[in-house]
């Protein structure tokens, strides 16, 4: 036994954390306790960045190039041609590839598998500064990667308007399914089963709400189902500012609404999970 | 709420009386039908390096996963630096640091990045995080190599690493779950070297493992648990002595026996009275562990 070795004020100090670190500076740092996470995701995605941006951008780019060949209007501009309606949709469509599908494997897969997720759990921050750590990183990298599809847009297509209000609410996307992916991560039990939940939902929504055509032409039934989906109203809304410039406040509420509501479920699921 | 709890299963902290840096008090941990824990009460000391021993899924690893917040008891009270664990997370995992039994680091970003992402996550202040970083890369020798991607590690550097990141926010208390796993045995001297050197500075360690010889020459306390439960608790000599100070192993056809004798007369007489090869020698811990936990494997006697 080597307690002698052991000062008192050693104990103090240093088990109270690092030293000489005060119960103030404390509070005020722990508004930014989900700093270090974005700056750890931003750090993995910098050094595989080839990866990411292909993987986040390469189908959205590839529906507008084979649209915009296919219908060969050169001189197409935004408010009156297909391509001018497609390329909000292929913008909502890499936000959500690069928000929700990174994130969702990267927190199942540091979970379930590397167990880096325990070097988080185990750090001295709450429940929501995790979850809005992961948040934050991954709608970053969505809005990074959806803005770059909308400039490649600008290729093939000219004329749309660029408001203040377009970039929120594209923001507002990435956010809700990054949201949704934690959620998805929290429940699943390992990879297998979020790639199920990728396939069978959030993949057919990338495609019917309203991002190739609008809902209106589905099926009945359908057409309201789209409409009671996170996605629908916030392509909507990005089309209108994107086409008009002036958006609709019921379809901005709309997917603010989802985000609240998802933030919410992924935080409870997140909290169930580290009390199981 | 917090003071209250504070100190609730710790002893008077004094130079000369040693304080609980950690203790269980009937402590249960259910997965649905299974009981992974069942029961278990100790105290670890302040200063002490304290063994958990077992076989595969006696529950080793759930204990230290309760004590370090990451896993909740089904029942039990656990303590750890003076503070009740349950509403108590956040000032726990101040002041402890834990060597996982996985490799969990940033695979993508180097071995300094990792250990700055800790001192971020712990809130090192930015005056000493420079300062101590670079003393722990020194001090588990990978200044090196710091700059380097973890996945080009080794195993022996990865494990170095994750001892110098659970110490990124100078912890009292150090968690190792089988902190030599897999590892060769000069990377395995090097890992006991350091966890005597840390224990030398006053850390208090509560590490698991299945070999015995690293319980044996680091513990000063050796619990061994098994189904769950703690079904013998001391020092490695007090273990060994409670079995018999010697031993004599002979062949015959049910395998290996060993018989134990408080005296070596003792035992000399009983291997001269065996018409068979016999070996006198001195007790060790392998020999209270398998007395005590039976010799057949876990995963034979699972199926």
């Known amino acids: ?276 | 709420m917090e003071e209250s709890s504070k100190n609730a299963g710790a002893g008077t902290c004094s130079q000369k009386q040693p304080a609980v840096m950690m203790e269980l008090k009937n402590v249960y941990k259910n997965y649905g039908r299974i009981t992974a824990v069942a029961g278990v009460s100790f105290q670890v000391m302040q200063g002490e390096i304290f063994g958990l021993l077992g076989p595969n899924g006696a529950g080793k690893t759930t204990t230290i996963r309760m004590l370090n917040t990451l896993t909740r008891p089904t029942t039990g009270e656990l303590y750890v630096a003076g503070y009740q664990v349950a509403g108590n997370q956040v000032e726990v995992k101040r002041r402890i640091g834990v060597v996982p039994q996985q490799n969990n680091l940033e695979k993508e970003l180097t071995g300094r990045e990792n250990l700055i992402l800790h001192a971020l996550l712990h809130k090192v202040p930015r005056s000493e995080r420079e300062k101590t970083i670079k003393e722990l890369l020194d001090y588990v020798g990978l200044s090196s190599r710091a700059d380097e991607r973890v996945q080009n590690y080794s195993g022996g550097m990865a494990r170095r690493l994750l001892i110098a990141r659970a110490l990124v926010h100078h912890p009292p208390v150090l968690f190792l779950d089988e902190p030599t796993i897999g590892l060769d045995p000069q990377t395995r001297r090097k890992i006991w070297d350091l966890i005597q050197l840390m224990n030398r500075d006053g850390m208090t360690v509560l590490l698991t493992t299945h070999y015995i010889e690293e319980a044996d020459s680091l513990c000063h306390r050796v619990g061994i648990i098994d189904h769950g439960r703690l079904i013998a608790l001391g020092t490695p000599a007090e273990l060994k002595e409670s079995l018999g100070k010697y031993c004599v192993e002979f062949l015959n056809k049910q395998g290996t026996e060993r018989c134990f004798f408080h005296s070596r007369s003792e035992a000399r007489d009983y291997a001269q009275e065996k018409d068979c090869d016999t070996v006198v020698r001195r007790t060790n811990l392998e020999d209270v562990f398998v007395e005590l936990t039976g010799r057949e494997a876990r995963e034979l006697a699972a199926k």
């Open chain 1, 1 to 276: 036994m080597k307690q002698e070795n052991w000062p008192q004020s050693k104990l103090e100090t240093i088990g109270a954390g690092p030293a000489g670190i005060s119960a103030a500076r404390r509070m005020a740092g722990s508004c930014l306790d989900w700093l270090p996470i974005v700056l750890a995701m931003g750090l993995v995605w910098r050094r595989r960045w080839w990866r990411f941006f292909i993987g986040g951008i390469n189908r959205p780019l590839i529906f507008l190039a084979i649209f915009a060949w296919n219908l060969g209007d050169p001189a197409a501009t935004a408010t009156d041609s297909y391509l001018g309606f497609l390329a909000p949709g292929m913008v909502v469509m890499a936000a959500v590839s690069a928000g929700y599908s990174d994130l969702v494997n990267w927190f199942t897969l540091r979970r379930t598998y590397f167990r880096v997720l325990d070097e988080y759990l185990l750090a001295p921050i709450s429940n929501i500064s995790l979850l809005n750590g992961h948040v934050l990183g991954a709608a970053a990298k969505g809005f990074v990667l959806a803005l770059l599809v909308f400039l490649a847009a600008h290729f093939f297509v000219h004329g749309f308007f660029m408001p203040p209000l377009f970039f929120v609410q594209l923001f507002v996307v990435c956010l809700t399914f990054a949201c949704l992916a934690v959620a998805v991560a929290m429940v699943a039990g390992g990879d297998k089963d979020t790639l199920m939940f990728t396939s069978l939902i959030v993949f057919p929504m990338t495609f019917f709400c309203g991002t190739f055509f609008p809902v209106e032409q589905l099926p009945g039934p359908l057409a309201s189902l789209s409409w009671g989906l996170p996605l629908t109203a916030s392509v909507y809304n990005l089309r209108a500012l994107a086409l008009t410039g002036a958006g609709h406040l019921g379809w901005f509420l709309q997917s603010l609404g989802w985000l609240i509501a998802l933030y919410l479920l992924a935080y409870f699921l997140l909290k169930l999970r580290r009390e199981d």
